[in-house]
Structures are given as C-alpha cells and as structure tokens.
C-alpha cells in the first residue's frame, strides 16, 4: 500500500514568487493534514480536511498560503507570493477517521521549500 | 495552550550507548503521547506512542513511559546503533482531536 506521497520534494524559489505543494494520501484516508518546519523549530500545525471541507484552518499563519482538497483526494497548498520565512519543510499526513484504530496518522517524507 | 518540551541537541552517542531524550507536556486534560521519528532524507514515522497514564509505549528496543505525576513521556535505549541516527519529535494529541503538538525535535548522532 502507497503511504503519504508528496512533490515536489525539494524546491528552491526567489522571494515574490508562487509555489504549490501537492500531497496523495493513503487511499481511503478522509482525514489529510498538513504541518510545518521552519528550521530548527517545532513542527506546527496548519489545517486538517475531513474529505473536502476545511475541519481546522488554525494554523494557517496568514492569506498568502492557500489549501485545497477538490474532490476530497489529493490537496493542494499553495504560497502566494513567497516569503523568505516560508523557508522550510511542509509534511503532510492523513489518517484514516478520528478515533480508535484508524486514527494513526501516518505522515510524508516532506516538501523542503527554500525561498531566496 | 498546549505545549511540548524536548531536551535540546544534538545528542552524540557512542554505539551501544544508553539513550534518554526528555520530554516534558503542558496540556489540559488527558492528552495521548507519541514519539515521531526522521531518519535522514526520510518522512516523520510513529515510533511509539501511550495513550493514557501509567501506558509504556515500546517499539524497536525504545521505550517510552507515560508519567503523569511529572507529565513526561522521555524516550529510551538500552543500547543504540548507528543505524539509529535520526531526528526525534515528541508529540501529544488530546482527546477526541487530530491536531498534534510537537516538540522542537532532537537530533541523534551514534558512532562507532
């Protein structure tokens, strides 16, 4: 069975510009996340979508950065326009419900975004 | 708001040597505790984790003891390998939630 995939998996871009991340979660998954490492910091914590809707937008830091799950399969997160403390890593991860068992949340190998 | 706290690194360990990472957990309520590991050029990957007080979590010779009395959950190796060089995070998630709270990481290096 295929686990979280992401892509790109490193990208480097200059200040101004547009990126936009993709994750696949695991088949069957109606809970996808994502989450963020600046460098040396925690990882935070940005959205949670059960299927297509938005569960948890808490983490978002700002309107620059823009999720979407069309369809309820694969997302999208998108930074327009870059800044340089976007730098970091971006791990998206799912599980498959919310209690018991299927709540394991198994995560991606990351997005390393460098914004110069 | 809830927090975590891990030992600063990195941590640099001869092979075979015992292991301790402490972690320490601000949270209101009865949160489950996990600890996520990166091996390098790897994704985060569930090393372990408890679920409610007095639980030890145990997976590839590490452990883990859920302590609520000092609200810790430090990670542990009898005797590490190279091999097992990574990046770890801990991690709590509360009840009923899918939002985990993690740790700044703590970077392993073993060598020989």
């Known amino acids: 069975e295929a686990g979280v995939t992401q892509f790109p998996s490193h990208s480097v871009i200059e200040k101004g510009q547009t990126v936009t991340l993709r994750c696949d979660p695991i088949?069957?998954?109606?809970?996808l996340y994502w989450y963020r490492r600046v460098m040396g910091k925690e990882i935070k914590f940005l959205l949670h979508?059960?299927?297509?809707?938005?569960?948890?937008e808490s983490g978002m830091p700002n309107n620059r950065f823009l999720a979407e799950r069309t369809g309820g399969t694969y997302s999208t997160l998108k930074v327009q326009p870059a800044e340089l403390e976007d730098s970091g890593v971006y791990f998206c991860a799912s599980s498959q419900g919310t209690t018991g068992s299927g709540n394991t949340i198994y995560f991606g190998e990351g997005s390393w975004l460098t914004v110069v | 708001g809830d927090s975590v706290t891990q030992m600063e690194g990195p941590v640099t360990l001869s092979e075979e040597a015992f292991l301790t990472i402490n972690c320490t957990y601000t949270a209101t309520g009865y949160p489950s505790l996990f600890w996520y590991v990166q091996y390098p050029g790897e994704g985060l990957q569930l090393l372990l984790k408890a679920t409610k007080a007095d639980d030890k979590g145990s997976n590839k010779g590490f452990e883990a003891t859920y302590r609520k009395e000092t609200t810790s959950f430090h990670l542990e190796k009898g005797s590490v390998q190279v091999s097992d060089s990574a990046v770890y995070f801990c991690a709590l998630r509360k009840g009923g939630g899918n939002k985990l709270t993690f740790g700044t990481g703590t970077q392993l290096k073993v060598e020989l």
């Open positions: 088949s069957g998954h109606d809970n």
């Open positions: 979508f059960v299927k297509e809707s938005k569960q948890d």
